[in-house]
Nanobody, 115 residues
Framework: VQLQASGGGLVQAGGSLRLSCTASGSISPINVMGWYRQAPGKQRELVANIRSAGVTNYADTVKGRFTISRDNVNNTVSLQMNTLKPEDTAVYYC??????????WGQGTLVTVSS
């Protein structure tokens, strides 16, 4: 399985960005796709994930600002990030967890929010 992420960049506080990630290869029909982030000097943390059935989960720090969605036909997960804050600055990693319990990571995309 390969994950290709795109959409990071530099934005001012209060702005918006949209991240997308496409999974390719042998994709399980039952899976969880999501986004994690890692800021300098901090541990990687869950931002949001979404099950293949559409159930979503968000970190408290992004609830109400970020929206995760997916396209099961194209094996794509997207993260719409609104009202961005400087503390959202991090490398964002796409994540795919199939039914067999394994975990796959994308290459990471940098999001920088300036104050």
């Amino acid at each position: 399985v390969q994950l290709q992420a795109s959409g990071g960049g530099l934005v001012q506080a209060g702005g918006s960005l949209r991240l997308s990630c496409t999974a390719s290869g042998s994709i399980s029909p039952i899976n969880v796709m999501g986004w994690y982030r890692q800021a300098p000097g901090k541990q990687r943390e869950l931002v949001a994930n979404i099950r293949s059935a559409g159930v979503t989960n968000y970190a408290d720090t992004v609830k109400g600002r970020f929206t995760i969605s997916r396209d099961n036909v194209n094996n794509t997960v997207s993260l719409q990030m609104n009202t961005l804050k400087p503390e959202d600055t991090a490398v964002y990693y796409c994540n795919y967890k199939p039914f067999d319990g394994t975990t796959h990571w994308g290459q990471g995309t940098l999001v920088t929010v300036s104050s």
